[in-house]
């Protein structure tokens, strides 16, 4: 008898786990299984924590899915016991020891890099710390270059800001080299530049799919194929 794992859904920054709605629809079409908890988007070791908490308290195995730097997460969080494939979606896939910003650094920086806007917010019994969002009149072309400017405008409006210090926190794991892994590569993306999606999944010795013409916010506008390689995975690992 198999057991289908459940799929977990970590979205990135910038965004909240609605972003996830088609690619739900779809799996929850084909019975599987399929949760989309909020990231807290606050640092990578206790967003880390937060996703493996989440999985270890699921009965039976669970794949876990990370776009953009969701992926970095499941990265570390992936080290989980019960945990048995990954999968990225225009992800960072960070090697144990390895920041945000020294994967990107390797490369070309993104339209993004320019295009953040600070913000501070209250820590207790300290200094404010900054978080970033995209500035609103860049996140069409940066994040969504793909989606319907009704929808993109709405994004823009409802994304949700990551704390800026993430960028310099280390993985403390790379799951990826006990756990099988999948990885979508997206051509056109704006936010992360497809040569670190592409590098790190290589690197993982992920199974790659790439889809030229898909924007960072391929799981609003390519559901359908994100959903397919998730598929994949849990075929895989059934």
Known sequence: MTTTPTVVLIHGAFADAAGW????????????????????????????AYVASVAAQIDGPVILVGHSYGGALITVAGATENVVGLVYVAAYVLE???????????????????NLKEWTYPVPGGDPAV????????FPSVFAADVPADVTRILAAAQRPLAAAAFEETAAAAAWR????????????????????RFGAQRAGATIVELDGASHAVAVSQPKAVAELILDAVRATS
């Open 21 to 48: 709605s088609g690619v739900i629809a779809e799996l929850q079409g084909q019975g599987v299984p399929v949760i989309a908890p909020p990231n807290p988007l606050r640092g990578l070791a206790s967003d880390a």
């Open 178 to 197: 006990t756990k099988p892994s999948w990885a979508l590569v997206a051509g056109a993306d704006e936010a992360i530049n497809p040569e670190v999606e």
């Open 131 to 138: 978080e970033v969002t995209i500035a609103e009149d860049a």
């Open 96 to 114: 144990e020891g390895e920041s945000l910003g020294e994967l990107q650094g390797r490369f070309p920086l993104s339209p993004l890099v320019s």
